[in-house]
């Protein structure tokens, strides 16, 4: 299993230009999630997603958008980027009730 | 939200039990006590939880204090590739999705000393 994967590594965008985080995963799991962290700071939730077809808002959701359309993929959508979302985002996902498996993060620059 | 308070930082020397501790005073009967770890540059990483009885496995122990309160998650032998930051999170045992939104705080950061 390659357990959950994100593209790309790095980007760089200037403000305003959006751009599409992609998640994958291949371990058959219902629930997926995407979160942002900050220097030096916890994760925060942006959204999560319950099934293909199912999401929901997390504790930070403005200037993102998500869709499910299958069990593997999640993809996180930023539109209008700006300096504010300069962050690590990390997608995960899980069976419902158990540990939650990460991917190795993207890290995003708005300048 | 039940709340959660860990030391900001802890060192230890390597090869030596480490016990990171936990306090979870408001925490309610349905709530699960969940550990992860995060390594330098990389996402967190699922160690262990349990609700009541202590829990081993091969990354770690969790020791839950009788009335609940306080639980310790033990490294039995540190390794340089431990030092990381560690995250104690509540979670209630029902199944459904409001449940899945973990709050991740500020953890503890381990550092091993050779």
């Known amino acids: 299993n390659a357990g959950v994967t994100q593209t790309p590594k790095f980007r760089i965008l200037k403000i305003g230009q959006s751009m599409t985080l992609q998640c994958a995963q291949d371990m058959n799991h219902n629930y997926m999630y995407w979160y942002r962290q900050d220097p030096g700071m916890g994760l925060k939730l942006i959204y999560y997603?319950?099934?293909?077809?199912?999401?929901d808002k997390g504790e930070v959701p403005n200037g993102y958008n998500v869709s499910r359309s299958t069990t593997e993929d999640f993809p996180l959508r930023l539109e209008l980027a700006a300096p504010s979302q300069t962050s690590v985002y990390f997608c995960?996902?899980?069976?419902?009730?158990?540990?939650?498996?990460f991917g190795p993060g993207t890290r995003l620059t708005v300048t | 939200d039940a709340k959660t308070t860990q030391p900001n930082s802890m060192e230890s020397n390597e090869e030596e039990p480490v016990h990171l501790p936990c306090n979870h005073s408001?925490?309610?009967?349905?709530?699960?006590i969940h550990w992860y770890r995060q390594l330098p540059s990389q996402g967190p990483e699922y160690v262990i939880h349990?609700?009541?009885s202590n829990v081993n496995n091969r990354m770690a122990s969790l020791a839950i204090a009788e009335d609940r309160k306080s639980s310790t998650l033990i490294l039995h032998r540190a390794t340089l590739r431990d030092a990381a930051v560690y995250y104690c999170?509540?979670?209630?045992?029902?199944?459904?999705?409001?449940?899945?939104?973990?709050?991740f705080g500020t953890g503890t950061r381990l550092t091993i000393i050779p």
């Open positions: 408001t925490i309610s009967g349905t709530d699960y």
């Open positions: 995960a996902s899980s069976y419902p009730g158990q540990g939650k498996y």
């Open positions: 349990g609700l009541t």
């Open positions: 999170i509540l979670r209630d045992r029902g199944v459904n999705f409001g449940n899945e939104k973990l709050t």
């Open positions: 997603s319950v099934g293909a077809g199912i999401t």
